[in-house]
């Protein structure tokens, strides 16, 4: 009897090591495959865009669209392609354009302006308002020294209403700024969530940094519902996770509340970027086998294109009245058209 009982302890402790250790294991091998749409999305190709650049975000705004781009040879930049898919240096005076030196990322502002980060390595990172259509500064915050220091780097930006979030891939966290409050905060830094857990996998090819280590890089893109209430985030490997907003504002959460509140809401492969539609379907770039996968709001996993294009594809731009979907990829700027409102 007293063997009997040591076994059935014995298999006590087990069961429990893996409910406490092994979460993810059992909630990963529940999630459904992303299902293929009935009607593949349709693809265009608005715009040649300069080769020997590597593109990231792009904005659509009301006489064309805005990108930025980091040059292989060069400092990075923002261009304006217009809607005839002409590409130009996007105009801004002289003055502002030399202060603007390493943009990072961009996100358009409620009013349809345009919010651009400039970070670069080891200096003060600070964010520009600029028209979107005549280049002007409309305002320049710059980051206070609470929320970087020489390893930071804010790579991904989301805004709306008073709040600005940014992830810092270099130092690993989420960082805000409330507009009304002129308060700048730093949330989960070195949480396991914004840290890269797996190599990257593009194309079917494990990536490999300079040194010849797997690459696995940080916190590095976000997605904002539309009407500001949820903020999704992840690393470019995943998981992919979803945070209320209203807890970033509010003081009164501590750091515990804070973390516990961060769900994982789906494993992802390696990505490019985020978008959500005026639907609040979320939009996927798939790079390791070249897809656009979306994620409706009753979590419904498809897979809207496959298209070899896409493993070079960065962060997407989703239009809030037509759903259209707009991604560099290469040296291509594409329009994409999602099947809207599958079935599951």
């Known amino acids: 009897m007293k063997n009997a009982a040591s076994l059935s302890h014995f298999f006590k402790v087990i069961l429990l090591f893996v409910v406490l250790f092994c979460p993810f294991r059992g909630f990963a091998a529940r999630e459904r495959p992303w299902a293929p749409v009935p009607h593949p ?11 020997g650049s590597d593109w990231h975000d792009v904005v659509a705004v009301k006489d064309g669209f805005i990108l930025q781009r980091a040059p292989k040879d060069g400092a990075a930049s923002l261009i304006k392609v217009d809607r005839a898919g002409d590409a130009h240096p996007f105009p801004m005076a002289q003055r502002d354009k030399d202060g603007l030196d390493a943009p990072s990322a961009l996100a358009r502002a409620d009013d349809g302006a345009i919010w651009v980060v400039n970070a670069r390595p080891g200096a003060q990172p600070f964010l520009l308002k600029l028209d979107a259509e005549t280049g002007a500064l409309q305002s320049r915050i710059d980051a206070s020294p609470d929320v970087y220091d020489g390893t930071s780097r804010f790579i991904a930006i989301a805004a709306h209403g008073p709040m600005i979030y940014l992830a810092d891939e270099g130092d690993a966290a989420l960082v805000t700024y409330d507009l009304e409050k002129k308060i700048w905060r730093r949330f989960f830094a070195h949480y396991p969530a914004m840290l890269g857990q797996r190599p990257m996998n ?10 010849g280590r797997p690459l696995q890089r940080n916190i590095s893109h976000l997605a904002l519902q539309r ?13 992919l996770y979803r945070l209320k907003t209203e807890l970033l504002r509010d003081p009164e959460f501590t750091p515990v509340e804070l973390m516990e509140s961060l769900t994982e809401w789906r494993r992802t492969p390696t990505i490019g970027g985020l978008t959500i539609g005026p639907d609040n379907t979320l939009y996927i770039i798939d790079r390791s086998e070249g897809r656009l996968l979306s994620f409706d709001a009753g979590r419904n996993p498809f897979m809207q294109l496959a298209d070899h294009r896409f493993v070079d594809a960065q962060t997407p ?28």
């Open 317 to 344: 731009y989703a239009d809030p009245i037509t759903n259209e979907i707009y991604v560099a990829a290469g040296s291509e700027l594409l329009g994409v058209t999602p099947h809207r409102n599958p079935q599951p």
């Open 41 to 51: 999305a349709d693809v265009t190709v608005i715009a040649h865009l300069p080769e």
């Open 202 to 211: 593009i194309g079917g090819q494990e990536v490999r940094a300079a040194d």
């Open 227 to 239: 009407d500001g209430a949820w903020l999704y985030l992840q690393t470019p490997t995943g998981p």
